[in-house]
């Protein structure tokens, strides 16, 4: 499972730099991106958890963690792991 923290990031991350980006890169058109569980939130944060790949095959599952300010989102962090 991969981590990437684009809050702290002082520039934009190259491909090469980016964790399983070949797992999104191989998404093809009958691929679905959807929930995969409850969606949580709280006063200044919230959660969702999805998958991607073929309907009821997924080849990745992520966790988006949000960090809310302001009534704003203001921070996303996103945990991938491939299937």
């Known amino acids: 499972m991969f981590a990437v923290d ?3 990031r002082r520039r934009p991350m190259t491909r090469s730099e980016m964790p399983n ?3 999104l890169d191989g998404a093809s058109a009958g691929d679905v991106f ?10 200044n ?3 969702l958890a999805w ?8 080849v990745a599952h992520g966790l ?9 989102v203001s921070v996303v ?3 991938i792991a491939p299937e």
């Open 64 to 72: 988006d963690l949000l960090t809310i300010r302001g009534g704003r």
């Open 34 to 43: 959807e929930e995969d569980g409850p969606a949580y939130v709280g006063t």
């Open 51 to 58: 998958r991607i790949g073929p309907p009821g095959k997924p």
């Open 21 to 23: 980006q070949e797992l």
């Open 6 to 8: 684009f809050a702290t």
């Open 77 to 79: 962090r996103t945990l």
């Open 45 to 47: 944060s919230a959660a």
